[in-house]
């Protein structure tokens, strides 16, 4: 069994599992998440070149979600919508959130400091779900208007 086979009831719906999801990103809690990855879970952040980057594991993205919420303290995820079917799920959302602490690796390559600008893109992401767990979690954003908002001279 693995690790969140124990917090998931009986019958839970992709939609349930989802929703936990991001109740627990909303309220900036990392193992909350991790919970509800399977034992083979992966981040893949589509944010530039799409063939560049690898999907991130599950060890290293326990320090890359702790990273961004503290890179941005102050933040408000607006899911716009949601589809689910039987294995996968679909989240369209709004994120806006003030840049108080410093982004560092795995966010960004560099780290940069905090600029106190508050900053807001769209995104959308795409969860593989698996024996009620998350398997991969394909998150596509636009990297170009987060860091025009950030003040990054590109």
Known sequence: ?????ANQQPGSTTLDIISAYW????AGNGAGM???????YVLDLVH???FASK???DERTSTFWPSWFESFSDMDYQ????????SMAITQWIFRGAHTGPLTPPVFERSMAATGRTIQFRGASFYDIQH???????????LGTVLVELGVML
């Open 1 to 5: 069994m693995s690790k969140a086979n």
């Open 23 to 26: 109740s627990a990103l909303e």
């Open 34 to 40: 991790s919970d509800l990855h399977g034992e083979d």
């Open 48 to 50: 530039r070149d799409a």
């Open 55 to 57: 999907p991130i594991s």
């Open 79 to 86: 899911v716009v919508r949601t589809i689910a079917a039987e």
């Open 132 to 142: 009620g767990l998350i398997q991969r979690e394909t998150i596509y954003l636009d």
